[in-house]
């Protein structure tokens, strides 16, 4: 059984699919949060999930609450940690103790469109496609090797909120699915690429 824990600050609409997903060798061990009031808390509480939350508010430096948050996530002995709309900048010590067991999932294809307002962005450039993008986290903000990525479309009559929800749409699908490969051993990262060595065999 391969132990998850998932970061969350807001809704969690993407903890919740991965949740819903019932991933077979995969245990949620943990849904933590920086916001008391992020909704994903309640629903993994209900859910009979542990829950935390460590507000970094709390904290005076970003490195000190790294590493509180660290060792809140250690005691679950994760074998991967997911962020799942996690709004922190995490300090280099954080992403080097996780290395290639830390996804996270951007609203954008990457690497276009790094950092926040990529919807808007993306329509403003004139684009025609949009996408998410879940990828292995280091230390370069949006920009570790990738490993799943969907595209849609983008139509004359969209603006960031529509595009958002079409885009949120995929991201319930290709999250689960990134997290499923990886607990089942289908991942190797080769540099900034990830290939998936069961899909390659079959
Ligand atoms: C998603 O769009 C994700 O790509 C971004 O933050 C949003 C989180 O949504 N990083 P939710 O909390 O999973 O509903």
């Known amino acids: 059984m391969k132990n998850i824990v998932i970061l969350i600050s807001g809704t969690g609409s993407n903890m919740q699919a991965i949740v819903n997903a019932n991933i077979e060798g995969a245990r949620i061990a943990a849904v933590i949060s920086n916001q008391e009031t992020a909704k994903g808390i309640a629903w993994a509480k209900e859910k009979g999930i542990k829950t935390a939350v460590l507000n970094h508010q709390d904290f005076v430096s970003r490195e000190g609450f ?33 290395e290639e067991r830390l996804m996270n999932i951007h609203p954008s ?63 319930h699908q290709i999250y ?21 060595v069961q899909k390659a065999h079959s």
């Open 66 to 98: 790294d590493s509180v948050l660290m060792k809140e996530i250690d005691q679950h002995q994760p074998d991967l940690v997911v962020l799942a709309g996690f709004m922190r900048i995490l300090t280099p010590a954080f992403t080097n103790h996780y």
């Open 109 to 171: 294809l990457l690497p276009s469109f790094t950092g926040l307002h990529t919807h808007q962005r993306a329509i403003d450039m004139g684009c025609k496609i949009a996408g998410a993008t879940v990828h292995f986290v280091t230390s370069e903000l949006d920009h570790g090797p990738i490993i799943a990525q969907q595209a849609v479309a983008i139509e004359d009559q969209d603006d960031a909120e529509t595009l958002a929800a079409k885009v949120l749409k995929i991201e």
């Open 176 to 196: 689960p699915k990134a997290v499923a490969d990886f607990v089942s051993g289908s991942l190797k990262v080769e540099g900034l690429r990830v290939l998936n």
